[in-house]
């Protein structure tokens, strides 16, 4: 039996299960007491299937080899001449994916980031240093060079150790990541993920070891930081919309063009209701909105 007869099947499975459901005798009483849909959150459905079906658009048109368009981010633009840079003086690449744990958003972002630099590394048989905070984050991204390396048949020349556990207090963690930094002098640093009161210390080491450095954080008090002591910072949203900028994957990509449709679409929908509020008209518009 080939794919499309099983979905087929499946589907038809499911609709005579919704069916026997809905229709039984025994939940008609249930039903009459109780509703079986919340139509005062029908916006709340209407957004949810828009969103999907955007996502859902842009992935197909990915994978069919439709160029979609992403603004350029320099800092991505930038890793791969930085470990270019590197390789030809001999000297390592430095990452740190962030002072979170691994179940933390940003730390996702900064482990999907280092698969990519580790692909690049690989390619030019350039060292790479990776200190990390927790030791998930350890296993990760032992997990995520070592595939990255076997993607490209170089399994042997993996080094097991550049993923290396540090410290787990903060600061404990930022000195011995600044000693490694003047020690060693990479010649490129890439901070991506989150980071709080060691920004700057990191930055700074590194600016004073003479690397390019290049920066990602969601967290907007740190930014200012690293925008003063780095040549590149990736600001809020483009640390999430890296892997999709440096991969081109067409599921991530069409997760990215569907994020950003809704946006757009939430940013027309408050012009609208803006204008029909100063015109006397806005009533009706914002209870569109409302959810009970």
């Known amino acids: 039996m080939d794919k499309?007869?099983?979905n087929i099947l499946i589907s038809m499975v499911l609709v005579a299960v919704l069916c026997l459901v809905f229709v039984h005798p025994a939940l008609a009483q249930e039903a009459e007491?109780?509703?079986?849909?919340?139509?005062?959150?029908?916006?709340?459905?209407?957004?949810?299937?828009?969103?999907?079906?955007?996502?859902?658009?842009?992935?197909?048109?990915?994978?069919?080899?439709?160029?979609?368009?992403?603004?350029?981010?320099?800092?991505?633009?930038?890793?791969?001449?930085?470990?270019?840079?590197a390789t030809e003086m001999g000297k390592p690449v430095l990452f740190i994916p962030g002072l979170q744990e691994l179940d933390e958003i940003q730390t996702i972002a900064g482990v999907s980031i280092l698969g990519r630099v580790a692909r690049i590394t690989a390619q030019y048989d350039t060292p790479l240093v990776v200190?990390?905070?927790?030791?998930?984050?350890?296993?990760?991204?032992?997990?995520?060079?070592?595939?990255?390396y076997a993607e490209l048949g170089k399994q042997d020349a993996c080094n097991k150790d550049s993923v290396r556990y540090v410290a787990g207090?903060?600061?404990?963690?930022?000195?011995?990541?600044?000693?490694?930094?003047?020690r060693e002098r990479p010649a490129a640093n890439i901070f991506m993920g989150a980071f709080f009161a060691?920004?700057?210390?990191?930055?700074?080491?590194?600016?004073?070891?003479?690397?390019i450095q290049i920066a990602g954080t969601a967290l907007p008090e740190q930014i200012p930081f690293f925008i003063a002591a780095c040549d590149y910072t990736l600001m809020g949203e483009e640390l999430y919309a890296a892997s999709a900028y440096l991969s081109h994957e067409p599921l991530l990509l069409g997760?990215?063009?569907?994020?950003?449709?809704?946006?757009?679409?939430?940013?027309?929908?408050?012009?609208?209701?803006?204008?029909?509020?100063?015109?006397?008209?806005?009533?009706?518009?914002?209870?569109?909105?409302?959810?009970?």
């Open 198 to 211: 060691e920004s700057l210390l990191l930055a700074e080491t590194g600016n004073a070891a003479g690397s």
């Open 4 to 6: 499309r007869r099983v």
């Open 255 to 292: 997760g990215l063009k569907g994020q950003d449709f809704i946006k757009m679409l939430i940013i027309l929908c408050v012009i609208i209701g803006v204008v029909l509020t100063i015109l006397g008209y806005g009533d009706w518009w914002l209870e569109l909105f409302k959810q009970g």
């Open 33 to 85: 007491d109780h509703a079986i849909f919340r139509t005062e959150r029908l916006n709340a459905l209407v957004l949810l299937v828009v969103f999907a079906s955007a996502v859902l658009l842009y992935t197909r048109w990915a994978r069919q080899g439709k160029p979609l368009f992403i603004r350029k981010i320099a800092g991505l633009d930038e890793i791969e001449e930085a470990v270019g840079r």
């Open 131 to 148: 200190p990390v905070r927790y030791p998930l984050v350890l296993a990760a991204g032992q997990e995520v060079v070592e595939q990255a």
């Open 169 to 182: 207090e903060q600061m404990a963690f930022a000195a011995t990541v600044s000693g490694m930094m003047m």
